[in-house]
């Protein structure tokens, strides 16, 4: 009997026998992820979680060697000992476990609230809230297990060089209250009251430089309340007000904010908020009029204000510790953005509303600023800007100020001291920004964010497109390419692995230091090493087609390896598309060692992935991502749906776990259930964005049409957002498609223009950013027209599923309904999901199961020949209907 059943498991392909399941939504809720790796100090120990929807966490701790490990349920909030020979975690609801590594003793603290460790000169401190508040704070010596206890706890702190722990409790008795501050010393033990009061509230406690803290307060003061500013360091007794409403240079009417200060590297200084105390009052009085007038000459429109207004006006200040003099840095719509030394970097602009409108208000513009903390002098360094690429960053010592130029596509330095400017990156003859953008808006190739400084601010890391420069601040020395043009020769992207070589202001660098690449053509992801100093090119290590760390795709922040700190062994996680995430190690970045064994996908019906490529109809090349599934027969005929947004090619080897749609379609759910789905790259032509989504998508299906195993008769597209308003401009163009599911779209650029939602403009978003119009409706009426859905109802055939909720603030839901209600005027096949509760995408379980099952439902019904479910016949009088 066993052999016939396995006969006819190898004979009944066709009817499904023995093949496996595909995937649903409880393979959702049990579907098994990996996160939260860490790696000891010593490198010899790993820590991950195993998490499920719903379900307790799963702990687990190995060796790198994987000759000892052990689990442990619902366990988190893992920390190893610095020096890797421990590991501490919660269990439970309130246990704490210490781990000795490699050996399995365990030692179970009972009734803990929350714990922290800490480490100074070998010595290894574990601090622990009891939930008992009379046993409060416990201090322990992990080596003696010698304990301190501080009652009444409620918070506590390591100092930065963990010297002491700093304590805040409360000791509430009979309706009166007393808020203190004490310091433990960690050495000595001994125990110190820097800070009591009564009826008083303590927040954003920060430490800083030789033993100081500060902190604000707050409390009664005649007939207001009050937020004080103060301050505690090893030279007093007591903490003392450091900033209230008295003291010189805050200015009537402004109060001290309650945010968190913040102290300069030498500890002279310290940065905090002023509160304008009477704005919110003239603003809740101008609103009790119950009238708002807009104004063309305000510079904000009434709604950003109404938003802003919700909340105090705060401006930044400081104080010099020594002087007791608070100087005002900003006014109105300015920020700090840097500071080092002596120097404050200012940004001034409209804050809310940003560089929307800088193309044409020049009150958008936004200008910077260096001001002299201990005088509040200001120099202005540049003004009228509109593009983000040329915000200004103060250097950490402050004797820098590095800026992009976008007419001399260059770099520049500005030198506090002597005020000079230096093209410092003239002699690199590279191309920063991206001439290949479809964007009006220029962006720079790889934009730096905040520039790594190294040798004391002597040099500065920036990337072009491929490659790592070093660019010397005083331009004295010329520039360097740590990848010597290696990425630009073979269209490599190279970027840094932040292993504490880099950053700060001093630079650890040994003979040679790893950077991560990325094949721009194959999408294959590896590890290369570089000689420092430069000699030839990068020497690979390791390549393939993988994906390493937490990215979640294309516009996605990358993760790097972890390294050990005090050890050359890296942990990271790596997958494709057929391999779930899973750890690894490596000492090299040549050999790895798989340490987690994750692979959920196994037990379903999944997926391959293929990098493709066609010609657009414009003839011009494009790539895309093809899906198939795992069980794919090229003798069937297969429905296929496409998903797009812009450019997702890079997506390959992305492994994508299954999940309920919340906007976009799940592409592991559609190919379970034996759909084909390919995601094609759009590049766009400025003025014509419509048009190059049809371009590329319509290319996409005549090319894939062409194979075999593809039905031509029974395509599908969808998009969410962007990919919305491209799959209603593509349904208004386009007979080629069987269904359409369009989530959050525009339907009308007319009137989205004039619409104030993002809690910005679509003003900007037509003109400069990703609607690409490129220029306004009065001076092309036609473009708007042309790009536009709505003005195309009347050509739409294909049945269209619409999704978009009254909730949303970035595409309003009244896109839809125009669209919804043009094309029900005509008498076209369309339905409109709407789910209260949710904005631009569907948020809670249930609302995305009901989406994900009506979603399924609708192109099954188009693409696969089911029967059309109940909800698309619709709600009729019972009188003929239509």
């Known amino acids: 009997m066993k052999n016939i059943l396995i006969l006819i498991c190898l004979v009944s392909n066709a009817k499904g026998l023995c093949q496996k399941p595909i995937l649903d939504t409880t393979a959702i809720k049990n579907w098994t992820h990996i996160r939260a790796g860490m790696i000891s100090s010593n490198g010899q120990y790993v820590c991950f979680t195993n998490e499920r929807l719903n379900s307790e966490i799963e702990l687990t701790v190995t060796s790198v060697d994987r000759k000892w490990h052990m689990s442990f349920r619902n366990a988190k909030s893992a920390q190893f000992s610095a020096d890797g020979l421990q590991i501490v975690f919660k269990i439970g609801q309130d246990s704490l476990v210490i781990l000795t590594l490699g050996v399995g003793r365990i030692e179970i603290i009972e009734h803990v609230v929350t714990f922290k460790m800490g480490e100074r000169d070998g010595s290894q401190w574990l601090a622990y809230m009891d939930g008992n508040p009379e046993r409060g704070l416990i201090v322990r010596d992990l080596a003696t297990k010698r304990e301190n206890s501080v009652p009444f706890a409620r918070e506590f702190h390591f100092d930065p060089s963990c010297e002491n722990i700093i304590v805040i ?186 560089l929307s409108e800088s193309g044409w208000n020049a009150s958008a513009e936004e200008s910077f600023f260096l001001v002299d903390i201990e005088n509040g002098a200001r120099t202005l360094l540049k003004d009228h800007i509109k593009f983000p690429l040329e915000d200004l960053s103060l250097s950490p010592s402050g004797k820098w100020v590095f800026y992009y130029d976008l007419n001399q596509n260059n770099y520049f330095s500005y030198n506090t001291t002597t005020h000079t400017i230096r093209n410092v990156s003239l002699s690199c003859h590279t191309q920063w920004i991206n001439i290949e953008t479809d964007y009006p808006e220029h962006f720079l190739e790889a934009s730096p964010g905040l520039p790594k400084w190294l040798n004391n601010d002597e040099w500065v890391l920036v990337r072009d497109r491929y490659d790592i420069w070093k660019i010397n601040a005083s331009g004295k020395r010329p520039p360097i390419n740590l990848t010597n043009g290696y990425g630009r020769k073979r269209h490599i992207r190279f970027s840094l692995i932040d292993t504490g070589s880099f950053g700060g202001t001093s630079e650890i660098w040994k003979s040679r230091i790893p950077v991560q690449g990325v094949d721009e053509n194959s999408q294959d992801r590896g590890f290369f090493s570089i000689a420092i100093p430069v000699r030839g090119g990068p020497r690979l290590l390791s390549m393939g087609p993988y994906v390493y760390g937490e990215w979640r795709g294309h516009g996605k922040d990358d993760s790097w390896p972890i390294k050990a700190k005090n050890s050359e062994c890296y942990l990271m996680l790596r997958m494709n598309a057929v391999e779930a995430p899973n750890y690894f190690v490596s000492k090299d970045l040549r050999h790895f060692v798989q340490i987690s064994d994750n692979q959920p996908q196994r037990e379903y019906n999944w997926l391959t992935d293929e990098l493709i490529g066609w010609k657009t109809l414009d003839g011009t090349y494009t790539k895309g991502i093809l899906y198939k599934p795992e069980n794919f027969n090229p003798g069937r005929k297969y429905p296929v749906i496409f998903d797009y947004y812009e450019v997702r090619s890079d997506e390959v080897n992305l492994f994508i776990p299954p999940a309920l749609s919340s906007s976009r379609i799940n592409i592991p759910w559609f190919v379970s259930r034996g759909y084909l789905v390919l995601v094609p790259d759009i590049h766009y032509k400025i003025g014509y964005p419509g048009l190059s989504a049809y371009n590329s998508v319509v290319s996409a299906a005549e090319f894939l049409s062409r194979r075999p195993y593809v039905d031509r008769g029974r395509m599908g597209i969808q998009g969410h957002s962007f990919g919305g308003y491209e799959t209603n401009y593509i349904v208004s163009h386009s007979r080629l498609f069987a269904a359409a599911c369009s989530c959050s779209g525009l339907s009308d650029l007319v009137s989205f223009y004039g619409a104030i939602a993002r809690g910005s403009y679509p003003m900007y978003w037509s003109e400069r950013s990703q609607g690409r119009i490129g220029t306004t409706p009065w001076a092309a009426p036609e473009l708007y027209i042309s790009n536009s859905p709505i003005f195309a109802a009347d050509r739409v055939t294909t049945p269209l599923l619409l999704m978009h909720n009254k909730g949303d603030a970035l595409v309003p839901f009244a896109q839809s309904v125009e669209f919804f209600s043009a094309l029900r005027r005509l008498g076209k096949r369309v339905w409109l999901l709407q789910y209260d509760g949710s904005d631009h995408f569907i948020e809670g379980w249930s609302a995305q199961e009901d989406f994900t099952m009506r979603m399924t439902q609708f192109f099954d019904h188009y693409l696969r020949g089911l029967p059309a479910p109940v909800w698309m016949a619709g709600k009729k009088s019972g009188r003929g209907g239509f």
């Open 169 to 354: 409790g409360r000791l509430d008795h009979a309706g009166d209250s007393t808020t203190w501050i004490r310091l433990v010393n960690l050495a000595t033990r001994a125990v110190k009251t820097v800070w009591r009061k009564r009826h008083a509230t303590v927040a954003n406690l920060v430490a800083g430089p030789l033993s100081s803290i500060s902190f604000v307060s707050n409390e009664q003061m005649g007939n207001r309340s009050q937020n004080v500013l103060w301050l505690y360091n090893d030279r007093m007794d007591i903490a003392r007000i450091l900033v209230s409403t008295a003291t010189s240079g805050v200015e009537p009417g402004m109060d001290v904010a309650n945010l968190a200060p913040e102290f300069t590297s030498d500890g002279r200084f310290i940065f905090f908020g002023l509160q304008d105390s009477t704005a919110l009052d003239r603003d809740l009085r101008r609103k009790a009029s119950k009238l708002e007038i807009w104004s063309y000459l305000d510079e904000k429109p009434e709604p950003v204000l109404e938003e802003e207004e919700k909340y105090s006006k705060i401006y930044p200040a400081a104080i010099s510790i020594s002087a007791g003099k608070v100087v005002r840095l900003g006014g109105s719509d300015e920020s700090v953005v840097g500071h080092g030394g002596k120097w404050v970097l200012i940004r001034h602009g409209l804050g809310y509303s940003g």
